[in-house]
T-cell receptor
Framework: RKEVEQDPGPFNVPEGATVAFNCTYS??????FFWYRQDCRKEPKLLMS???SGNEDGRFTAQLNRASQYISLLIRDSKLSDSATYLC????????????FGSGTQLTVLP | DTGVSQNPRHKITKRGQNVTFRCDPI?????LYWYRQTLGQGPEFLTY????????KSRLLSDRFSAERPKGSFSTLEIQRTEQGDSAMYLC?????????FGPGTRLTVL
């Protein structure tokens, strides 16, 4: 079993739609959680951290359920520019060391 | 541009040859990481430096792989006796806090 599992998609949604991505992690000692975005043939970039209380950044909302070891990302009013691969990421040590990435969920927003 | 830079961006080599990649992190970042990414997968951690000290190595880092960060600034990753399975994107990241900033990667193709 992979340490971080994501639905690979692809998700194809029309502009303006709301789309949700889910992720589960296996290591209960995981301490930090993130969503990274990776455009085609580009490097991953931090989209947002995920906090236990849930957090929002504009159209993006991230949630964490430690009991279920589950992380989610909700994108509202999706834009064409949101098309990318979204990577669920956990950090086990809590000391900014190695990140463990999921395989990513591919999103295409259609006009 | 003060981001993470990597050279070369592309490398094509024949099986059995040695290759070396270079990473220049963001100047004030004391932590440096190497990851490997294959098609359809998220990046996989290879190794981590804090200043010049190599503090963690993944079991993915076989004896043919060696990384250095001699003065705590740039880093090199060498692969000896390359194999076709080494073909991948090699990503470098650096950090000062929890957020890791990735370079554009070096794409290695082993023929």
């Amino acid at each position: 079993r992979k340490e971080v599992e994501q639905d690979p998609g692809p998700f194809n949604v029309p502009e303006g739609a709301t789309v949700a991505f889910n992720c589960t992690y296996s290591n209960s000692a995981s301490q930090s959680f993130f969503w990274y975005r990776q455009d085609c043939r580009k490097e991953p970039k931090l989209l947002m951290s995920v906090y236990s209380s849930g957090n929002e950044d504009g159209r993006f909302t991230a949630q964490l359920n430690r009991a279920s070891q589950y992380i989610s990302l909700l994108i509202r009013d999706s834009k064409l520019s949101d098309s990318a691969t979204y990577l669920c990421v956990v950090n086990h040590s809590g000391s900014a060391r190695q990140l463990t990435f999921g395989s990513g969920t591919q999103l295409t927003v259609l006009p | 541009d003060t981001g993470v830079s990597q050279n070369p961006r592309h490398k094509i080599t024949k099986r059995g040859q040695n290759v070396t990649f270079r990473c220049d992190p963001i100047s004030e970042h004391n932590r440096l990481y190497w990851y490997r990414q294959t098609l359809g997968q998220g990046p996989e951690f290879l190794t981590y430096f804090q200043n010049e000290a190599q503090l963690e190595k993944s079991r993915l880092l076989s004896d043919r792989f060696s990384a250095e960060r001699p003065k705590g600034s740039f880093s090199t990753l060498e692969i000896q006796r390359t194999e076709q399975g080494d073909s991948a994107m090699y990503l470098c990241a650096s950090s000062l806090g929890y957020e890791q900033f990735f370079g554009p990667g070096t794409r290695l193709t082993v023929l």
